[in-house]
Protein backbone atom coordinates (compact mmCIF):
# COMPACT_ATOMS: atom_id res chain seq x y z
CA UNK A 1 0.00 0.00 0.00
CA UNK A 2 1.43 3.39 -1.06
CA UNK A 3 3.02 5.71 1.57
CA UNK A 4 0.49 8.56 0.62
CA UNK A 5 -2.39 6.96 2.57
CA UNK A 6 -0.01 8.27 5.70
CA UNK A 7 -1.15 11.67 7.80
CA UNK A 8 1.57 13.64 7.86
CA UNK A 9 1.93 17.15 9.78
CA UNK A 10 3.35 19.88 9.32
CA UNK A 11 5.30 22.87 11.03
CA UNK A 12 2.81 25.02 12.37
CA UNK A 13 2.21 29.70 12.29
CA UNK A 14 2.92 29.09 15.80
CA UNK A 15 5.27 26.27 17.90
CA UNK A 16 4.15 23.60 19.18
CA UNK A 17 4.62 22.24 22.75
CA UNK A 18 3.95 18.70 22.64
CA UNK A 19 3.25 17.17 26.44
CA UNK A 20 3.84 13.15 26.77
CA UNK A 21 2.28 11.78 29.23
CA UNK A 22 2.39 8.08 30.69
CA UNK A 23 -0.80 6.47 32.06
CA UNK A 24 -0.58 4.30 34.96
CA UNK A 25 0.28 6.00 38.50
CA UNK A 26 1.32 9.02 36.19
CA UNK A 27 -2.34 10.17 35.29
CA UNK A 28 -4.18 7.69 37.43
CA UNK A 29 -3.08 6.31 41.22
CA UNK A 30 -2.83 2.47 39.86
CA UNK A 31 -2.90 0.25 37.39
CA UNK A 32 -5.72 0.14 35.01
CA UNK A 33 -5.83 -3.67 34.58
CA UNK A 34 -6.49 -3.18 38.97
CA UNK A 35 -9.06 -0.81 38.64
CA UNK A 36 -11.64 -3.71 37.61
CA UNK A 37 -10.52 -6.40 35.17
CA UNK A 38 -8.34 -8.39 37.24
CA UNK A 39 -10.44 -8.81 39.90
CA UNK A 40 -13.59 -9.49 37.45
CA UNK A 41 -11.64 -12.64 36.37
CA UNK A 42 -11.01 -14.06 39.78
CA UNK A 43 -7.79 -12.78 40.59
CA UNK A 44 -5.62 -10.90 43.43
CA UNK A 45 -3.95 -7.66 42.01
CA UNK A 46 -0.19 -8.64 43.38
CA UNK A 47 -0.82 -12.86 42.30
CA UNK A 48 -2.09 -11.59 38.67
CA UNK A 49 1.29 -9.32 38.21
CA UNK A 50 3.69 -11.90 39.46
CA UNK A 51 1.87 -14.56 37.48
CA UNK A 52 2.46 -12.15 34.45
CA UNK A 53 5.95 -11.66 35.40
CA UNK A 54 7.30 -15.62 35.72
CA UNK A 55 5.07 -16.29 32.59
CA UNK A 56 7.24 -13.64 30.92
CA UNK A 57 10.39 -14.68 32.76
CA UNK A 58 9.87 -18.00 32.17
CA UNK A 59 9.36 -18.01 28.34
CA UNK A 60 11.32 -14.63 27.25
CA UNK A 61 8.77 -12.70 26.93
CA UNK A 62 7.63 -9.20 26.47
CA UNK A 63 6.31 -8.81 29.97
CA UNK A 64 3.40 -6.41 28.00
CA UNK A 65 2.60 -9.54 25.92
CA UNK A 66 2.94 -11.70 29.11
CA UNK A 67 -0.05 -9.53 30.66
CA UNK A 68 -1.96 -9.70 27.80
CA UNK A 69 -1.69 -13.25 27.43
CA UNK A 70 -2.93 -13.37 31.07
CA UNK A 71 -5.57 -11.38 30.51
CA UNK A 72 -6.95 -12.89 27.52
CA UNK A 73 -6.69 -16.62 29.23
CA UNK A 74 -8.09 -15.69 32.50
CA UNK A 75 -10.70 -14.16 31.15
CA UNK A 76 -11.95 -17.14 29.41
CA UNK A 77 -15.46 -18.21 30.92
CA UNK A 78 -15.59 -15.54 32.71
CA UNK A 79 -15.69 -11.87 30.48
CA UNK A 80 -15.72 -11.39 26.92
CA UNK A 81 -12.86 -9.60 26.06
CA UNK A 82 -14.44 -6.71 23.55
CA UNK A 83 -13.40 -3.25 22.40
CA UNK A 84 -16.51 -2.01 24.34
CA UNK A 85 -15.68 -4.08 27.77
CA UNK A 86 -12.19 -2.75 27.74
CA UNK A 87 -13.88 0.59 27.75
CA UNK A 88 -15.75 -0.59 30.54
CA UNK A 89 -13.34 -0.42 32.59
CA UNK A 90 -10.87 2.59 31.37
CA UNK A 91 -14.28 4.58 32.38
CA UNK A 92 -14.00 3.29 35.67
CA UNK A 93 -10.07 4.29 36.06
CA UNK A 94 -9.80 6.49 38.66
CA UNK A 95 -8.00 9.75 38.16
CA UNK A 96 -5.27 11.99 40.20
CA UNK A 97 -6.84 15.44 41.51
CA UNK A 98 -7.40 18.11 38.14
CA UNK A 99 -6.87 15.47 35.63
CA UNK A 100 -10.24 15.74 33.89
CA UNK A 101 -9.97 19.43 33.36
CA UNK A 102 -6.18 19.76 33.08
CA UNK A 103 -5.75 18.65 28.95
CA UNK A 104 -8.04 21.38 27.92
CA UNK A 105 -7.51 24.25 30.19
CA UNK A 106 -3.90 23.93 29.58
CA UNK A 107 -4.71 23.96 25.97
CA UNK A 108 -6.32 27.26 26.81
CA UNK A 109 -3.20 28.54 28.52
CA UNK A 110 -0.98 27.65 25.12
CA UNK A 111 -3.14 29.37 22.87
CA UNK A 112 -3.60 33.00 25.09
CA UNK A 113 0.45 32.61 25.23
CA UNK A 114 0.50 32.19 21.37
CA UNK A 115 1.43 28.09 21.24
CA UNK A 116 -0.32 25.59 20.18
CA UNK A 117 -0.68 22.73 23.34
CA UNK A 118 -1.01 19.51 21.95
CA UNK A 119 -1.55 16.26 24.46
CA UNK A 120 0.08 12.29 23.97
CA UNK A 121 -0.04 9.71 25.91
CA UNK A 122 2.46 6.98 25.63
CA UNK A 123 1.83 4.52 27.97
CA UNK A 124 2.68 0.32 28.06
CA UNK A 125 -0.95 0.19 29.19
CA UNK A 126 -4.13 -0.60 26.92
CA UNK A 127 -5.34 1.89 24.21
CA UNK A 128 -9.19 0.06 24.30
CA UNK A 129 -9.08 1.27 28.23
CA UNK A 130 -7.58 4.66 28.28
CA UNK A 131 -9.92 5.39 25.11
CA UNK A 132 -12.78 4.75 27.67
CA UNK A 133 -11.71 7.64 29.86
CA UNK A 134 -13.84 10.77 29.51
CA UNK A 135 -10.24 12.83 28.20
CA UNK A 136 -10.49 10.30 25.68
CA UNK A 137 -14.07 10.44 24.66
CA UNK A 138 -13.39 14.59 24.97
CA UNK A 139 -10.72 14.57 22.30
CA UNK A 140 -8.11 15.58 24.46
CA UNK A 141 -5.27 13.49 23.15
CA UNK A 142 -3.59 13.98 19.78
CA UNK A 143 -2.73 10.03 19.75
CA UNK A 144 -2.58 7.62 22.17
CA UNK A 145 0.09 5.27 21.48
CA UNK A 146 -0.10 2.17 24.16
CA UNK A 147 -0.24 -1.55 23.92
CA UNK A 148 -3.75 -2.95 22.33
CA UNK A 149 -5.71 -5.49 20.91
CA UNK A 150 -6.30 -7.30 17.50
CA UNK A 151 -10.00 -8.04 17.50
CA UNK A 152 -11.31 -10.83 15.51
CA UNK A 153 -14.02 -11.51 13.49
CA UNK A 154 -16.36 -11.87 16.87
CA UNK A 155 -15.52 -8.27 18.25
CA UNK A 156 -13.09 -10.23 20.99
CA UNK A 157 -9.28 -10.31 21.83
CA UNK A 158 -7.47 -12.93 19.88
CA UNK A 159 -3.69 -11.28 19.62
CA UNK A 160 -1.72 -8.47 20.33
CA UNK A 161 -2.02 -5.76 17.95
CA UNK A 162 0.96 -3.76 19.72
CA UNK A 163 3.29 -4.41 22.57
CA UNK A 164 4.29 -0.98 24.17
CA UNK A 165 7.98 -1.27 26.43
CA UNK A 166 9.39 0.78 28.13
CA UNK A 167 12.29 1.20 25.45
CA UNK A 168 9.83 1.27 22.33
CA UNK A 169 8.54 4.21 24.21
CA UNK A 170 11.10 6.41 22.43
CA UNK A 171 9.98 6.00 18.64
CA UNK A 172 6.81 8.01 19.07
CA UNK A 173 8.53 10.65 20.68
CA UNK A 174 10.32 10.93 16.78
CA UNK A 175 7.03 10.47 15.62
CA UNK A 176 5.60 13.49 17.14
CA UNK A 177 9.04 15.64 16.54
CA UNK A 178 8.86 14.87 12.65
CA UNK A 179 4.90 14.69 12.16
CA UNK A 180 4.88 11.14 11.56
CA UNK A 181 1.77 10.56 13.94
CA UNK A 182 0.49 6.98 12.32
CA UNK A 183 2.64 3.66 13.69
CA UNK A 184 3.32 2.33 10.67
CA UNK A 185 4.32 5.10 8.76
CA UNK A 186 8.25 4.52 7.48
CA UNK A 187 8.69 8.52 7.45
CA UNK A 188 9.72 8.38 11.11
CA UNK A 189 13.09 7.29 9.56
CA UNK A 190 13.78 10.26 7.44
CA UNK A 191 16.08 13.42 7.55
CA UNK A 192 14.25 16.40 8.50
CA UNK A 193 16.35 19.38 8.56
CA UNK A 194 16.00 20.98 11.56
CA UNK A 195 14.15 23.60 10.98
CA UNK A 196 11.62 21.51 9.03
CA UNK A 197 10.97 19.87 12.40
CA UNK A 198 7.15 20.03 13.69
CA UNK A 199 8.04 19.73 17.39
CA UNK A 200 11.45 19.72 18.23
CA UNK A 201 12.72 18.08 21.59
CA UNK A 202 13.48 21.74 23.15
CA UNK A 203 9.23 21.66 22.98
CA UNK A 204 8.92 18.54 24.29
CA UNK A 205 7.46 17.86 27.47
CA UNK A 206 7.47 13.90 29.25
CA UNK A 207 5.57 12.98 32.09
CA UNK A 208 6.12 9.96 34.07
CA UNK A 209 6.45 8.26 37.27
CA UNK A 210 9.13 5.26 37.39
CA UNK A 211 11.61 4.17 35.80
CA UNK A 212 9.45 2.17 32.73
CA UNK A 213 9.43 6.35 32.00
CA UNK A 214 13.79 6.44 32.28
CA UNK A 215 14.59 6.02 28.33
CA UNK A 216 11.56 8.32 27.08
CA UNK A 217 12.85 11.03 29.78
CA UNK A 218 16.56 10.62 29.03
CA UNK A 219 15.82 11.45 25.61
CA UNK A 220 13.62 14.13 26.04
CA UNK A 221 15.79 15.82 28.83
CA UNK A 222 19.20 15.49 26.73
CA UNK A 223 17.71 17.38 23.90
CA UNK A 224 16.31 20.33 25.36
CA UNK A 225 12.98 19.47 26.47
CA UNK A 226 11.44 18.88 29.88
CA UNK A 227 11.36 15.80 31.77
CA UNK A 228 9.00 15.67 34.60
CA UNK A 229 8.40 13.11 37.45
CA UNK A 230 5.23 13.02 39.17
CA UNK A 231 4.32 11.33 42.46
CA UNK A 232 1.11 10.29 44.42
CA UNK A 233 0.17 13.31 46.50
CA UNK A 234 -1.48 11.62 49.13
CA UNK A 235 1.68 9.74 49.68
CA UNK A 236 4.07 11.75 49.22
CA UNK A 237 6.40 9.27 48.85
CA UNK A 238 9.27 11.03 46.33
CA UNK A 239 12.03 8.55 46.29
CA UNK A 240 11.67 7.56 42.54
CA UNK A 241 11.48 10.98 41.65
CA UNK A 242 14.71 11.69 44.06
CA UNK A 243 16.46 8.70 42.49
CA UNK A 244 15.53 9.83 39.00
CA UNK A 245 16.78 13.33 39.63
CA UNK A 246 20.12 12.49 40.77
CA UNK A 247 20.33 10.36 38.08
CA UNK A 248 19.87 13.20 35.85
CA UNK A 249 16.99 12.06 34.14
CA UNK A 250 14.60 14.76 34.79
CA UNK A 251 14.44 18.04 35.08
CA UNK A 252 11.74 18.63 37.49
CA UNK A 253 9.51 17.01 40.35
CA UNK A 254 6.24 17.25 41.18
CA UNK A 255 2.90 16.15 42.97
CA UNK A 256 1.01 14.32 40.83
CA UNK A 257 -2.50 16.88 41.46
CA UNK A 258 -3.33 18.55 38.30
CA UNK A 259 -5.72 20.78 40.12
CA UNK A 260 -5.43 24.66 39.01
CA UNK A 261 -2.80 26.97 40.83
CA UNK A 262 -1.03 23.62 42.05
CA UNK A 263 2.58 23.11 41.05
CA UNK A 264 2.66 20.86 38.25
CA UNK A 265 0.15 23.44 36.53
CA UNK A 266 2.60 26.28 37.41
CA UNK A 267 5.19 24.46 36.21
CA UNK A 268 4.07 23.91 33.15
CA UNK A 269 2.55 27.32 32.40
CA UNK A 270 6.22 28.83 32.83
CA UNK A 271 7.21 26.28 29.97
CA UNK A 272 4.64 27.29 27.62
CA UNK A 273 5.73 30.85 28.44
CA UNK A 274 9.22 30.47 27.78
CA UNK A 275 8.83 28.01 24.67
CA UNK A 276 6.85 31.12 23.33
CA UNK A 277 9.57 33.66 24.18
CA UNK A 278 12.24 30.74 22.98
CA UNK A 279 10.77 30.59 19.90
CA UNK A 280 11.20 33.74 19.07
CA UNK A 281 14.89 33.68 18.56
CA UNK A 282 14.93 30.46 16.86
CA UNK A 283 12.95 31.89 14.66
CA UNK A 284 15.39 34.51 13.90
CA UNK A 285 18.09 32.10 14.00
CA UNK A 286 17.03 30.10 10.90
CA UNK A 287 15.77 32.86 9.49
CA UNK A 288 19.21 34.57 9.01
CA UNK A 289 20.70 30.78 8.79
CA UNK A 290 18.82 30.62 5.46
CA UNK A 291 19.84 34.29 4.50
CA UNK A 292 23.43 33.21 4.41
CA UNK A 293 22.18 30.03 2.24
CA UNK A 294 20.78 32.74 -0.04
CA UNK A 295 23.50 34.23 -0.40
CA UNK A 296 25.81 31.51 -0.69
CA UNK A 297 23.51 30.42 -3.84
CA UNK A 298 23.29 34.01 -5.20
CA UNK A 299 27.15 33.12 -5.50
CA UNK A 300 26.98 30.34 -7.53
CA UNK A 301 27.89 27.66 -5.27
CA UNK A 302 27.70 24.12 -6.97
CA UNK A 303 24.53 21.73 -6.23
CA UNK A 304 26.99 19.69 -3.94
CA UNK A 305 28.81 22.35 -2.37
CA UNK A 306 25.48 23.15 -1.06
CA UNK A 307 24.21 20.14 0.09
CA UNK A 308 27.75 19.72 2.39
CA UNK A 309 26.97 22.73 3.82
CA UNK A 310 23.78 22.03 4.65
CA UNK A 311 24.72 18.94 6.01
CA UNK A 312 27.60 20.32 8.07
CA UNK A 313 25.52 22.28 9.68
CA UNK A 314 22.92 19.68 10.74
CA UNK A 315 25.57 17.91 11.93
CA UNK A 316 26.37 20.56 14.47
CA UNK A 317 23.02 20.85 15.70
CA UNK A 318 22.32 17.24 15.49
CA UNK A 319 20.97 16.21 19.23
CA UNK A 320 20.35 12.83 19.09
CA UNK A 321 22.72 9.25 17.99
CA UNK A 322 20.11 8.78 15.50
CA UNK A 323 20.39 11.98 13.54
CA UNK A 324 23.86 11.59 13.70
CA UNK A 325 23.95 8.56 12.10
CA UNK A 326 22.06 9.57 9.61
CA UNK A 327 23.75 12.84 8.76
CA UNK A 328 27.08 11.06 8.81
CA UNK A 329 25.91 8.71 6.15
CA UNK A 330 24.80 11.38 4.04
CA UNK A 331 28.09 13.13 4.11
CA UNK A 332 30.13 9.83 3.57
CA UNK A 333 28.75 10.02 -0.44
CA UNK A 334 31.07 13.11 -1.05
CA UNK A 335 34.35 12.24 -1.75
CA UNK A 336 35.96 16.16 -1.90
CA UNK A 337 36.34 18.60 0.59
CA UNK A 338 37.39 22.39 1.12
CA UNK A 339 40.22 22.94 4.04
CA UNK A 340 37.36 25.16 5.72
CA UNK A 341 34.88 22.17 5.04
CA UNK A 342 37.46 19.76 7.20
CA UNK A 343 38.43 21.64 9.62
CA UNK A 344 34.48 22.47 10.49
CA UNK A 345 33.89 18.19 10.62
CA UNK A 346 36.86 18.05 12.94
CA UNK A 347 35.70 20.92 15.62
CA UNK A 348 32.46 19.51 14.99
CA UNK A 349 34.02 15.88 15.81
CA UNK A 350 36.05 17.25 18.78
CA UNK A 351 33.27 19.54 20.46
CA UNK A 352 29.22 17.85 19.78
CA UNK A 353 28.84 14.97 22.20
CA UNK A 354 26.64 13.60 19.66
CA UNK A 355 29.27 12.77 17.54
CA UNK A 356 32.18 12.59 20.10
CA UNK A 357 30.35 9.60 21.89
CA UNK A 358 29.56 7.61 18.99
CA UNK A 359 32.70 8.30 17.22
CA UNK A 360 34.47 4.68 17.12
CA UNK A 361 31.02 3.27 15.44
CA UNK A 362 31.74 1.73 12.30
CA UNK A 363 30.08 4.58 10.06
CA UNK A 364 31.32 7.35 12.26
CA UNK A 365 34.96 6.55 12.48
CA UNK A 366 35.51 5.04 8.86
CA UNK A 367 34.04 8.84 7.99
CA UNK A 368 36.80 10.62 9.65
CA UNK A 369 39.57 8.31 9.03
CA UNK A 370 38.75 8.91 5.32
CA UNK A 371 38.57 12.78 5.68
CA UNK A 372 41.46 12.57 7.99
CA UNK A 373 43.45 10.73 5.55
CA UNK A 374 42.57 13.08 2.72
CA UNK A 375 44.44 16.06 4.59
CA UNK A 376 48.31 16.87 5.29
CA UNK A 377 47.59 19.58 7.75
CA UNK A 378 44.67 18.50 9.94
CA UNK A 379 45.17 21.41 12.58
CA UNK A 380 44.88 21.27 16.27
CA UNK A 381 41.06 19.17 16.48
CA UNK A 382 42.16 17.17 13.49
CA UNK A 383 45.40 16.04 15.33
CA UNK A 384 43.11 15.15 18.79
CA UNK A 385 40.64 13.86 16.68
CA UNK A 386 43.62 11.04 15.00
CA UNK A 387 44.47 10.84 18.61
CA UNK A 388 41.12 9.58 19.89
CA UNK A 389 40.36 7.30 16.94
CA UNK A 390 43.17 4.78 17.38
Known amino acids: MGEDRFERRH ?15 TLTPDDMQAQGF ?19 MSNEMDQNLAYMRMMVAEAEGRVIVTREKLAHYGARVKLFPGVQSWFRRIRDYGAAQGVIVEHYIISSGLKEMIEGTEMAKN ?23 QAVNFTNKTQFLFRIEKGVPDVNDPAVNDYFPPDQLRV ?17 MKLVHANGGYS ?42 AIIRRTAAN ?70 ARRNKQVYWILKDPDVSAFYRKLLAGTDDPGEDGRKLSDDLT
Not at 141 to 157: D, K, L, W
Not at 257 to 267: A, C, I, M, S, V
Request: glycine fraction near 6%.
Open 11 to 25: REDRPVLALCYDFDK
Open 38 to 56: IAEVGWDTPEFWAAANALG
Open 200 to 216: PFRNMVYIGDSDTDIPC
Open 139 to 161: GDFEQIYASSFYFGPRGTAVWPA
Open 279 to 348: EVLEQRYFAQRNEVAAADRSAAMTEADREKETLIASLESSRTFANTHTVIQALSQFDSWTDSQRESLFRI
Open 228 to 269: IGVYDPDSGDRKKVHKMMRDNRIKFFAPADYGEGGELDELVK
